[in-house]
T-cell receptor, first 112, second 112 residues
Framework: AAGVIQSPRHLIKEKRETATLKCYPIPRHDTVYWYQQGPGQDPQFLISFYEKMQSDKGSIPDRFSAQQFSDYHSELNMSSLELGDSALYFC???????????FGPGTRLTVL | GQQLNQSPQSMFIQEGEDVSMNCTSSSIFNTWLWYKQDPGEGPVLLIALYKAGELTSNGRLTAQFGITRKDSFLNISASIPSDVGIYFCAGQFTGTASKLTFGTGTRLQVTL
């Protein structure tokens, strides 16, 4: 079965640079969630979109923005990167905004 | 913010043994989920629970949604080496595209 696709899988950036992470949900899924997981930590919710509208928001820095496009894929834009932004970023998708969330393989972001 | 406490933090068991872990919350959740995560990979959904008192099985896994809606447990029977990983509980409130709040995780190691 098709799963959530995330790209790139690995990304290395310098401080103060920008990064864009992409997420392609499972086919027919209309809801996307973004989570950040630091080393040895549990995933922390950032933001979610249902039918292209922002739905729920967690502790997402103002330097980060996200959107969901007409084909339901989503992009997380991160600007003025800081060392502390180094983490695994996961996208999850669900059907209808209330079904189980299925996670992608993640993007490992390293900020030098 | 919400806090989900998982115990034990880590377990070292022998192949064939049964495993039990639990998750407690200071808040009531409407849905409890259990995920398994391998290093550097995305969480994989194991079991989802929707009603207080619900007991659900998935192969060698059994999970229950606590009566108070503030706790859940996961049992793994007859553990095998591929059960190694980090197990996370996650709670979710009712609502469109609502976030998952993850537990602190239980690291499971299985010896032959």
């Amino acid at each position: 079965a098709a799963g959530v696709i995330q790209s790139p899988r690995h990304l290395i950036k310098e401080k103060r640079e920008t990064a864009t992470l992409k997420c392609y949900p499972i086919p027919r899924h209309d809801t996307v969630y973004w989570y950040q997981q630091g080393p040895g930590q549990d995933p922390q919710f950032l933001i979610s979109f249902y039918e292209k509208m922002q739905s729920d928001k967690g502790s997402i820095p103002d330097r980060f923005s996200a959107q969901q496009f007409s084909d339901y894929h989503s992009e997380l834009n991160m600007s003025s990167l800081e060392l502390g932004d180094s983490a695994l970023y996961f996208c999850a998708s669900s059907l209808g905004g209330w079904d189980e969330q299925f996670f992608g393989p993640g993007t490992r972001l390293t900020v030098l | 913010g919400q806090q989900l406490n998982q115990s034990p933090q880590s377990m070292f068991i022998q192949e064939g043994e049964d495993v039990s872990m639990n998750c407690t919350s200071s808040s009531i959740f409407n849905t409890w989920l259990w995920y398994k995560q391998d290093p550097g990979e995305g969480p994989v959904l194991l079991i989802a629970l929707y009603k207080a008192g619900e007991l659900t099985s998935n192969g060698r896994l059994t999970a229950q949604f606590g009566i108070t809606r503030k706790d859940s447990f996961l049992n793994i029977s007859a553990s095998i080496p591929s059960d190694v990983g980090i197990y996370f509980c996650a709670g979710q409130f009712t609502g469109t595209a609502s976030k998952l709040t993850f537990g602190t995780g239980t690291r499971l190691q299985v010896t032959l």
